[in-house]
């Protein structure tokens, strides 16, 4: 946490968050299917929705070959609250920054993290296209990439994202079923196959680097249902040019509540899968000493007839947001491997095993 935010700020923008929780569902917009995406403006903010997220993370390597990974998500949060409030100063929405680095030299997270209201030109979400920021750590989409950066505690990231293939639309054309009922889905489409180039600060050392990344951007309203306590979910960038995203929705019991996967091979072919054909097996845990969680940070994952195993970069990729997402999860690099060759690489992300995640009312 930055050390601009006192403990008492921080309990009083968690509270609204908590509030948001309590409101019930008809105060935010539904997702639907058929809803036709159109970008420029769908790369930005959706406020009728109750969150939303920006994800980027990606794989690098310095001027040496050391590889590392990162991580850049900035979160939206409507509270349901203070509608009416014509101040600028009102916490209409909150807006959540995570910021790591995984670097197998230091064998942990750099990481850092912030929170702010929205407005006031301090935090903002622009709705007509990418441009999110609190304070200087910044996400925005210029002509045909992206360009993000961050000072943070002991480190720093400057990076520019090239795009160099079209959005991929998740589910059914961007509409992603999370649950059994069609109201727990979000709208999500990845940018993958990004190419990196800028600068990352750890210390007292800069070094240039270079690398690919996955963005994903969701927005929805009833994320998980009340069966739900966390999910599992991998982004690939393969090396053929084909990118695969998977996850499963886990319930109280472990248990596979739920799954999807979508699938763009390298001719630019786009196929989605149903929960059937999705199946998660995890084959290696990881115990943190500072939490006492254990995550599965191996795993083997069947998309179709196709089955890749997920090798993490180091094990512990531990992220303890609580201070402002509430939030403790493993988001970490890994590579893939399918018949024991090494395929792609991407981000593997475990949420809920530390106690259940709630993103919807109760």
């Known amino acids: 946490m930055t050390r601009h935010w006192s403990v008492a700020m ?27 995406m159109v970008f420029p403006r769908d790369f ?11 994800y980027v993370t990606g794989s690098l390597s310095d ?27 009102a916490a209409r929405e909150l807006l959540i920054a995570h910021v790591a680095i995984s670097d197998p030299a230091r064998g942990h997270l750099w990481t850092d993290q912030r929170i702010r209201r929205v407005g006031s030109g301090l935090a903002e979400a622009a709705g007509d ?10 996400l925005e989409h210029m002509g045909d990439g992206y360009d993000t950066r961050a000072q943070a505690e002991g480190f720093a990231l400057q990076l520019h994202l090239q795009d160099t293939q079209p959005p991929l639309l998740n589910g ?27 600068m990352v ?36 960038n393969l090396k053929d040019g084909a990118a695969l995203t998977a996850f499963q929705i886990r319930d109280g019991a472990g248990r596979q509540h739920w799954a999807g996967a979508t699938y763009r091979s390298a001719e630019g072919v786009t196929e989605s899968l149903p929960p059937s054909q999705v199946d998660f097996r995890p084959l290696r845990h990881w115990h943190s000493n500072r939490t006492n969680v254990d ?15 997920l090798q993490p970069l180091m094990d512990d990729q531990e992220n303890d ?11 970490g690099a890994v590579r893939a491997l399918e018949n024991g060759r090494t395929v792609g690489s991407g981000y593997l992300e475990l949420t809920g095993y530390d106690k259940p995640l709630r993103l919807t009312a109760p």
Do not use: C
């Not at 930005?44 to 920006?54: L, N, P, V, Y």
């Not at 070959?65 to 509270?79: D, N």
């Open 172 to 198: 059914e054309a961007g509409y992603s079923q999370k649950g059994p009922a069609p109201r727990s889905a979000s709208e999500y489409y990845s940018q993958p196959h990004l190419q990196v180039r800028g």
């Open 10 to 36: 921080i309990g009083a923008l968690l509270a609204m968050i908590l509030h948001a929780a309590e409101a019930t569902p008809d105060s935010y917009a539904d997702v639907a299917r058929g809803y036709k």
């Open 295 to 309: 995550y599965p940070i191996s795993w083997r994952v069947r998309v179709g007839a196709r089955e890749w195993e």
């Open 63 to 89: 001027a040496s070959g050391a590889p590392l990974g990162f991580q850049i998500t900035f979160f939206r949060v409507r509270t349901g609250n203070q509608l009416d409030n014509p101040s600028t100063f």
């Open 321 to 331: 947001t609580r201070l402002t997402s509430g939030a403790l999860y493993w988001e």
């Open 44 to 54: 930005g903010s959706h406020a009728a929705f109750r969150t939303e997220w920006w």
């Open 201 to 236: 600060t750890r210390g007292a050392r800069r070094d240039d680097v270079t690398g690919e990344a996955w963005l994903d951007h969701e927005w929805s309203s009833e994320y998980l249902d009340a069966a739900a306590v966390g999910w599992d979910w991998v982004g690939i």
């Open 129 to 138: 296209d990418t441009r999110v920021w609190i304070d200087d750590w910044r």
